[in-house]
């Protein structure tokens, strides 16, 4: 497909219980990510080009689980993970539990680019390091709020640390540009409080993220040990695949997180330019622009 129109775009900030009080600011916090992604489009750029712009306008502002928002482990740390995906080439890179990298979804684009697919840990910040990516001192990403709410837990913790602490979770991006062509990307700090070294499904190509130009884009958020056995990601690209619309498959297949009790939520993305969106926990951010569309819609 070749379309004359900028393309199509969907984020996700996160689904989860989101505060009546703070649905505005993370509806807001979309529509930004959302409309730096459209215009990463207007302006020429590629697929990934836009999923970049938009996941790093989510990772920048403070608000989502990623980037500068994200929760602490237990240690009182932040481990980031992201990764990305190319439609075209098949090309995917990914980072895990890198520290110190205010934008992981570049550096995630960077192992993309790369002979390599995934790095991790110390690792994946050397490969910052060498490839120009920006780096910080890991401290400089911790936030009053994130701080705080860990104070209260390592106070009173809790040893159901999922059951309790399901939190700001993960974001994500799925683009279409005017070449036909489809990215997906998603980034993430995890669950607050988690183990030293836990990993969701953010960084894995099929479970948190996929993007193939014969089937759809697809970014997931939410519990990460129910969303990777069901390799969620690919099994709603691949219902697009089979024929179906992009909302009709986002429901098809957030239904089969019943099989493993998980709460979470997706967005979707066909080579059309239609876009869909389903959760089952209380809420989820997002804004979303199909192709042909003027207006974005907009969630919670």
Known sequence: ???REPGAIAVHGGAFDIAPTEREVYRDGCLAAARAGWG???DGGSALDAVERAVRELEASGIFGAGRGSALNEDGDIELDAGMMDGAALDVGSVVSVRGVPHPITLARRVLESQFAVFAGPGARQFAERTGVETCDPAELVSERERALW???????DANW?????GRDTVGAIVLD??????????????????LGRVGDSPFIGAGLYADNETGAVSTTGHGERII????????????????????????ALATLARVSGRGGLITLDRDGRVG????????????????????????
Do not use: C, H, I
């Open 1 to 3: 497909m070749t379309t």
């Open 40 to 42: 990463a489009l207007e």
């Open 151 to 157: 104070e209260e837990r390592r106070v009173q913790p």
């Open 162 to 166: 999922v059951r309790t602490m399901f």
């Open 178 to 195: 005017r070449g036909g062509n489809l990215a997906a990307g998603t980034s993430t700090g995890g669950m607050p409080f988690k183990p």
């Open 229 to 252: 056995p069901l390799v969620l990601a690919k099994t709603a690209a691949d219902l697009m695949g089979s024929g179906l619309e992009p909302q009709v498959a986002a429901e098809r």
């Open 277 to 300: 969106v389903a959760w089952n926990t209380p809420a989820m951010a997002f804004a979303l622009r199909p192709a042909g569309a003027e207006e974005y819609r907009t969630g919670p």
